[in-house]
């Protein structure tokens, strides 16, 4: 099996269940067999005999998938299946392990935690390592952020234990990243790599990976989450740009979840009835309010039109409030279709209303935790509702719901909140019975909440391909990590901080700092996009402001561009030149949005720094756009890294040139703290 960057083979042995070989260098790496314990005693996963299982599947998304399957060498009565899915002209290969026994058998955990090890390889001849973090939740910005963390030899000689989910190692011309599809807050780690003095490093389960007494057999496989490897021959920057093409094009069969749109959300005015007006976050949901948002929001060129909590008359049944919406929304329906425009709902999957016909029929799904029933707790305003399992059978019914909505209001982007990793321990759903401890089964549920995600959202994909479901990520506890990128997508920013992050008291108003219109919230915004390096920047949705005035519209416009493309805030109080301003410069950004969605990420200064900026131009076309953004009055230079389209548009106060290989050199001059965007390969009349 091969591409046209690597060759796979699967020899089947212990220390090289199966080996990735770089066709232009050569160089290969073997990934070590895993090992179960099944019964008491641990099997190493290496195979007797190995034989492709059908032909290859070709993908929706590109992707061919191959099938590999074997007799383990230690013990005949267990099978392990190996799917690989791969992709031409990209490096990125994604495996998983599928064990199923021929006769009823169970894995075990004799020494109470998990000691299941999925694989190993040697690092022994890449000397430059790094540990690559995706779930950290940095308390400074109130977000989830990335963290590169070089591997020290003494971390290796010392055996620790590094989460990830993503380890890089190179040698500066041959460099190789091996990671794994799961998610958790940082140090809460639900697998490790496990280093040893030799360079070797191991990936293990840590907790939650299955339960002591897990049933195995003909027709109870255990399926292992997603793996990736990939390796180039290049450095560190030639490798991330090519998983970052991966994550875009070929990480998932859901690809609506990968396009720019342009989202709107009204939860920031809910948010704005209830601390500044004095009201309720519920008196703007009504039909006139919305019919007017919806209204202005065209005219500023937003595509996803999302109407936040309380739409619904209860959660868990999700039907449309009838005294605020007449008519299952049809009004609203019809203005955004006319306009063009997609409806997205709000959800908290893990509720349903006490009154709910979800509820009743699944009340044995409700969760519990040391054997405790919840108290039904008010959602947003509305009914009070009780907190249900994901991890049970109330899954599919919650799928099926989300079908229906697609159907029966043509939904296509599904806001998904209030998902923490913990929360449910009872022994009769699907994360542990009651032979295990309640910690074992608290674990199980925290390691599987993100799955059953993945599932709902596969399910919602096949029959509703032009769904989109985005989760969110705003607070810490939450599953974060490569695990969901597989499915949809990442609400990645609400307001950022609270007053109470910085210590600062505050009481009878609203409790975040960054809800005002100027440069504070776009520094906490921004910051996060360090992910753009790995992840495409297009799957972290962050809504900026879009209030006057003039600097502060052009402050945001040039924040969002940069592929976060999210907006909230009180359209109807935006001036008329306001409202012209967006709709005039995000018409530019769409012309080339595709472009910056694609490229990879340059960025001179940090945020907040003077000057920070951003280019976003398409190697190939050298369309794309250049934000640049200063805290003080003064004039500033900048020469493009890469070649760009000679036609452009720039906002004020910006000179373009191009020197005599392509490249743009740009001079903008500001009168004060604010931001300059370029547009390149545009038509501007």
């Given amino acids: 099996m091969k591409n046209d960057l690597f060759e796979i083979q699967v020899p089947g042995r212990a220390e090289g269940l199966w080996r990735y ?32 299982v059908g032909g290859p599947v ?146 293990r389960a840590v907790k939650g990976n299955y339960t002591g007494g897990q049933a195995i057999g003909p027709d109870q496989p255990f ?69 007017a948002e919806i209204d202005v929001a065209h005219r500023m060129g937003v595509d996803v039109f999302v109407i936040d909590t309380g739409w619904f008359s209860r959660t868990g049944d999700w039907r449309v409030n009838p005294d605020r919406f007449p008519n299952d929304m049809k009004s609203v329906r019809e203005k955004l279709a006319g306009y063009g425009m997609k409806l997205g709902l709000w959800f908290n999957p893990l509720a349903a209303g006490v009154n709910s016909r979800m509820l009743e029929r699944h009340r044995d799904c409700v969760m519990t935790w040391r054997g405790r029933k919840p108290t039904p707790r008010q959602v947003w305003e509305t009914e009070a509702s009780l907190p249900m399992c994901l991890v049970s059978r109330y899954a599919d019914a ?27 321990d009872d022994p009769g759903h699907d994360h542990g019975g009651a032979e295990c401890s309640p910690e074992e089964r608290g674990d199980r549920y925290a390691f599987e909440i993100g799955r059953r995600m993945i599932r709902v959202v596969d399910r919602l994909g096949r029959d509703c391909p032009e769904a989109i479901v985005d989760f969110d ?36 108003q609203w409790g975040n700092l960054f809800v005002f219109p100027g440069p504070a919230r776009g520094w906490i915004c921004r910051t996060p996009l360090a992910m753009d390096k790995w992840i ?38 935006v001036s008329e030149e306001g409202v012209a301003r967006f709709g005039r410069l995000l018409g530019l950004y769409k012309q080339v949005r595709g472009d910056v969605t694609e490229s990879f990420p340059v ?14 131009i398409s190697d190939e076309t050298g369309r794309g756009v250049l934000a640049i953004f200063a805290s003080a009055r003064g004039a500033y230079s900048y020469v493009t890294a890469r070649r760009v389209d000679e036609r452009f548009f720039a906002t004020d106060g910006v000179t373009v040139s191009l020197d005599r290989s392509g490249r743009a050199k740009v001079d903008a001059v500001f009168d004060g703290p604010g931001a300059k965007i370029v547009f390149f390969g545009v038509k501007s009349s």
């Fill in 21 to 52: 070989r770089q066709l232009a260098t050569d160089h290969a790496c073997d990934i070590a067999a895993p090992t179960f314990e099944v019964d008491g005693k641990d099997v190493r996963a290496a195979l007797a005999a190995v034989a492709m």
């Fill in 58 to 203: 070709r993908l929706s998304n590109g992707c061919t998938e191959h099938v590999y399957e074997g007799v383990l060498a230690e013990d005949a009565g267990l099978v392990l299946r190996i799917i690989f899915r791969t992709a031409a002209g990209d490096p990125v290969v994604r495996f998983r392990y599928v064990l199923r026994s021929t006769a009823p058998r169970h894995l075990t955990r004799t020494s109470g935690r998990d000691t299941l090890e999925y694989l190993a390889i040697s690092l022994a001849d890449l000397p430059q390592a790094k540990e690559v973090r995706f779930g950290e939740f940095q308390e400074l910005v109130y977000s989830f952020c990335l963290s590169e963390l070089p591997i020290e030899p003494r971390q290796f000689e010392n055996r620790l234990g590094l989460m990830g989910p993503m380890i890089v190692a190179g040698t500066g011309d041959r460099t190789m990243l091996v990671a794994y599809e799961h998610g958790s807050q940082v140090p809460d780690a639900f697998l490790h790599f496990a280093l040893e003095p030799d360079r070797r490093v191991r990936l």
């Fill in 223 to 291: 399926e292992t989450i997603w793996f990736q490897f990939a390796a180039v021959a290049g450095d560190e920057e030639q490798l991330a740009r090519a998983y970052r093409a991966f994550v875009l094009r070929h990480m998932t069969l859901n690809a609506e979840s990968r396009k720019p749109y342009i989202f709107y959300n009204t939860w920031a005015y809910q948010e704005r009835n209830k601390w500044w007006n004095h009201t309720t976050f519920l008196e703007s949901m009504r039909e006139d309010r919305i019919l």
């Fill in 398 to 424: 919650f799928a099926e719901e989300l079908v229906r909505l697609v159907r029966e209001l043509g939904v296509t982007y599904f806001k998904w909140d209030a998902i923490g990793q913990y929360g449910c």
């Fill in 473 to 508: 990520i705003t607070e810490g506890g939450r599953f974060v990590g490569l695990g969901f990128l597989a499915a949809g997508k990442y609400f990645l920013i609400n307001n950022g901080p609270y007053y109470g992050n910085y210590n600062i008291p505050v009481s009878n």
């Fill in 536 to 573: 495409p920047s297009v799957l972290f949705l962050t809504h900026y402001l879009p209030d006057d005035p003039k600097e502060s519209q052009i402050l945001n416009i040039a924040s969002l561009i940069l592929g976060q493309n999210g907006i909230w805030g009180d359209p109807l109080t």
């Fill in 603 to 616: 960025r001179t200064g940090s945020v907040g720094s003077n000057p920070e900026i951003h280019e976003k």
